[in-house]
């Protein structure tokens, strides 16, 4: 069983994916055993809370350097005994020291088809209001690793997702959530967990 450590700043309704697939059995062979925020005020840890899984607040801002908040995520995630790490709508970039400790081991899902709108200041909302201000057709979400470069790790999964007349931003990130983020996330997740997805270089396999 692969102990997982859930990343969240805002809503959490990823991390709701992700309860919600472990309480049907979609993810088998994993267990979430902690939700750390970046934000105390972040409803996710409600919703942590409400399934009886503990909770944990980390803030860049009570660090003097950003070093020192990455060797301290570093030491928490290690003091929680993470096998994968995930971030579900966690808005503070990662540091070095977190990455390499944890290298193919940090699932992110981002709201785009990457290698389109992602990269430093690209998140929420703003990766939605830039779909829709190129006027692209299709948009969707992409369940990647981490590396070093803002969302440039090895791609796991996609799902594209249709954009529409009369889209606003806030409309069409809920279809990319319902269409997409809520089923690749936990879906990546399991394949980890079952020890199905091979990395080469910056690609990944799924296996059979
Ligand atoms: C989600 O759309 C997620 O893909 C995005 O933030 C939202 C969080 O929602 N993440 C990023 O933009 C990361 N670059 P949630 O808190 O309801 O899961």
């Known amino acids: 069983m692969k102990n997982i450590v859930v990343l969240v700043s805002g809503g959490g309704t990823n991390l709701q994916a992700l309860i919600d697939a472990q309480n049907s059995k ?34 860049r801002k009570d660090f003097n350097t950003f070093d020192e908040y990455d060797r301290s995520l570093t030491e928490l995630l ?15 970039i990662l540091g070095k020291n977190v990455i390499n400790e944890f290298r ?32 692209v057709k299709l948009t969707g979400a992409t369940a990647h690793f981490v590396n070093e470069v803002c969302d440039g790790g090895p791609i796991i999964l996609q799902k594209a997702v249709e954009v529409k007349n009369g889209d606003t931003p806030e409309i069409l990130q809920r279809r990319v959530m319902e269409e997409a983020e809520w089923k690749i996330l936990p879906k990546a997740v399991s394949l980890f967990c079952e020890d199905k997805i091979i990395v080469t270089g910056n690609k990944t396999e799924i296996t059979l």
């Open 26 to 59: 979609v993810i088998k062979k994993g267990r979430i055993s902690c939700v750390i925020s970046s934000n105390p005020d972040a409803y996710a840890l409600e919703r942590a809370k409400k399934n009886n899984i503990s909770t944990d607040v980390i803030r």
């Open 78 to 92: 290690k003091s929680k005994n993470a096998d994968l790490v995930v971030l579900a709508g966690f808005m503070t």
């Open 104 to 135: 193919n081991r940090i699932i992110n899902i981002h709201p785009a088809l990457i290698p389109s709108f992602c990269g430093e200041g690209y998140y929420g909302l703003k990766v939605h209001e830039k779909a829709l201000k190129k006027g």
